[in-house]
DNA sequence: CTTGACGGCTAATTCAAATTAGCCTATAAT
DNA sequence: ATTATAGGCTAATTTGAATTAGCCGTCAAG
């Protein structure tokens, strides 16, 4: 009965229909907005038909809303995700003493990188920017995750470093904004256009060489 | 005949229903997405029926093309409407010598204003936003008004300051990547949140002066 | 003063896409 | 073995929005 769902996962050797749906959906989704995927795509794309769907979801919209349920729950588990190499955000300030122009170089691209490749996070923004129309807390979702999340996370790092003495400002917050934004507007640049992601990869390294010349030391 | 329909601006009393189509549209495809607005809609705001569209347009999707095509006339034209204080970039470079903080401060804000308050670039942006899948060359067009130009537009301007000794870089494409992309980035957040323009402007003001200080004269 | 095209309306019509009905098979618990 | 259920399919059905048909008043040109 009940436990049918559950035990499934002890033997997985098809993955779940219900899942699969989803992840499809929300490919479809990212590429084409909501209302241009129709029912039939996202069943061909899971080897189905139409009409198979409404087994796992009461119509097209519940799918959406699985979908944004989904990346509420991921968001919460992967909050802390962006470290510089490894080392986790609460570890003991002492460490940002330490802080190389290579390192500061690995947190941007790793930020850059995660944000640009990890699958469900791409596919994920790209529904966000088309369908933030569809639902107010989607524009707020978006907001959150690519402006005042990392704002405020980077500003954390920056300012560690600032109080080590690693970098010198009066103003942390616009010295985040003045690392995070070209981050940000290279992301915009290479979700339209991939192409040009090894290009903005240089542009990145060549931004966060001046960032560290303008912000460091002196000496540095 | 033909004569009527140019001999109208002769007596403008009654704006073209053409063009009010076009206007209204616009405004809903920017809010909505073209897939989420009904040609019921558009007529109604227009004052008209639906069946009534099909005199001035052959279909939705002409509706649609006419506005990309408004949309590149105008892009043309106001290709060099972003000046510092009124004055002309093909002026003289002597000029760049003069120019002061509070110039900078200027240029970023009417920039940034620019594209934030004018009715048409805005709502036309957020069309552009929403809709970068229903044709490619939206994408492009996006690409090309909010991040190439602007990139290359700025970049002249700042290059010349550079050379005029007012900023000192020896990479002048970063120097403007780091001036323009705050900007960029309080924009994508001011159409999203239009609250949060107050906060967007002091954060800009803030930006520019921070720029000023590391980029300027080290007598500035 | 009459004609034709411009632009509006109401009432169909079309059409595509979502959804439902109803059937069928395999599997898994009893 | 029996049976219930999960999950798939085909063939309707529904729905709703775009578009077309066809009518009408106005106004400007002849």
Redesign the pocket.
């Known amino acids: 009965?009940?436990?049918?769902?559950a035990?499934l996962s002890e033997r997985g050797y098809k993955m779940d229909?219900?899942q699969r749906i989803l992840d499809e959906a929300l490919t479809l989704f990212s590429e084409k907005g909501y209302a241009n995927?129709?029912?039939?795509d996202i069943?061909a794309r899971v080897?189905?038909?139409?009409?198979?769907l409404?087994?796992?979801y009461?119509?097209?919209?519940a799918i959406f809303d699985a979908i944004i349920e989904e990346m509420n729950r991921r968001f919460v588990q992967e909050a802390g995700s962006l470290q510089i190499s490894g080392t986790d955000a609460s570890v003991d300030a002492e460490i940002y003493k330490q802080i190389s122009e290579e390192q500061l170089i690995d947190l941007g691209k790793n930020l850059f990188l995660y944000f640009l490749h990890d699958d469900y996070t791409r596919r994920f923004r790209k529904m966000l920017t088309i369908e933030q129309f569809h639902d107010k807390k989607l524009a707020d979702a978006y907001m959150k995750q690519y402006v005042d999340d990392p704002l405020s996370y980077q500003g954390m790092l920056l300012g560690m470093m600032s109080a080590a003495g690693i970098l010198q400002t009066d103003n942390v917050e616009i010295m985040t904004l003045h690392f995070y934004a070209p981050i940000y507007m290279l992301l915009t640049v290479c979700d339209r256009e991939p192409k040009r992601e090894k290009e903005a990869l240089k542009t990145l390294e060549a931004h966060i060489r001046e960032f560290n010349r303008l912000y460091g030391r002196k000496s540095g």
């Open positions: 009965m009940k436990l049918a769902k035990g229909t219900k995927v129709f029912v039939a069943a080897g189905i038909k139409a009409p198979s409404y087994k796992h009461k119509n097209k919209q």
